[in-house]
T-cell receptor, first 109, second 116 residues
Framework: SQELEQSPQSLIVQEGKNLTINCTSS?????LYWYKQKYGEGLIFLMM?????EEKSHEKITAKLDEKKQQSSLHITASQPSHAGIYLC?????????FGTGTSLTVIP | GAVVSQHPSRVICKSGTSVKIECRSL??????MFWYRQFPKQSLMLMAT?????????EQGVEKDKFLINHASLTLSTLTVTSAHPEDSSFYIC????????????FGSGTRLTVV
């Protein structure tokens, strides 16, 4: 089973709508990364969260880390077609880096 | 700083041939590099951890004889897909850690392999 489970697996939203993607870890989270990607292209680093309760924002994207719940959420406000892609959470396990199961986002104009 | 260069970005090869993908850390030494594989609409799956000067550690289910990894120097790791078949067509991406845990991971831009 995957150590990092993302939900939903895929998401289709109308432009302008808000959305949330969750990343749940089966192990204790000491920190978490969020990336955006399109298949066949490189990763775009979004945010890194290191402390429980930490919240970071960049433009219309906000990410939070809940260490107690071993969970992180990524929230996009007023989605745009440019937000479309695959969103991946990732965690450092000390000597290896694992990605979540991924969430495919489609934004309909 | 902390740049990883991956080549080639795209490669098309004939079934049965071997393909080598290079991953270089340009401005830092990477004792450990990682190789991932991605299928369309799926996440990146860790294939193996490449350690400089020693054998790579492969994840369960990854054929080590199929995917040969060599990490001969502190700045270069290579992944060779041997006797490639159409089912090996995928997106491969490497990464390296440029510091301690949570210092950050840098990713290559990926290689799109198509086997015809």
């Amino acid at each position: 089973s995957q150590e990092l489970e993302q939900s939903p697996q895929s998401l289709i939203v109308q432009e302008g709508k808000n959305l949330t993607i969750n990343c749940t870890s089966s192990k204790t989270l000491y920190g978490l990364y969020w990336y955006k990607q399109k298949y066949g292209e490189g990763l775009i680093f979004l945010m890194m969260l290191q402390k429980g309760g930490e919240e970071k924002s960049h433009e219309k994207i906000t990410a939070k880390l809940d260490e107690k719940k071993q969970q992180s959420s990524l929230h996009i406000t007023a989605s745009q077609p440019s937000h479309a892609g695959i969103y991946l959470c990732g965690a450092d396990r000390g000597n290896q880096f694992y990605f979540g199961t991924g969430t495919s986002l489609t934004v309909i104009p | 700083g902390a740049v990883v260069s991956q080549h080639p970005s795209r490669v098309i090869c004939k079934s049965g041939t071997s393909v080598k993908i290079e991953c270089r850390s340009l401005d830092f030494q990477a004792t450990t590099m990682f190789w991932y594989r991605q299928f369309p609409k799926q996440s990146l799956m860790l294939m193996a951890t490449s350690n400089e000067g020693s054998k790579a550690t492969y994840e369960q289910g990854v054929e080590k004889d199929k995917f040969l990894i060599n990490h001969a120097s502190l700045t270069l790791s290579t992944l060779t897909v041997t006797s490639a078949h159409p089912e090996d067509s995928s997106f491969y991406i490497c990464s390296a850690s440029w510091g301690g845990p949570m210092d950050g991971y840098t990713f290559g831009s990926g290689t799109r392999l198509t086997v015809v």
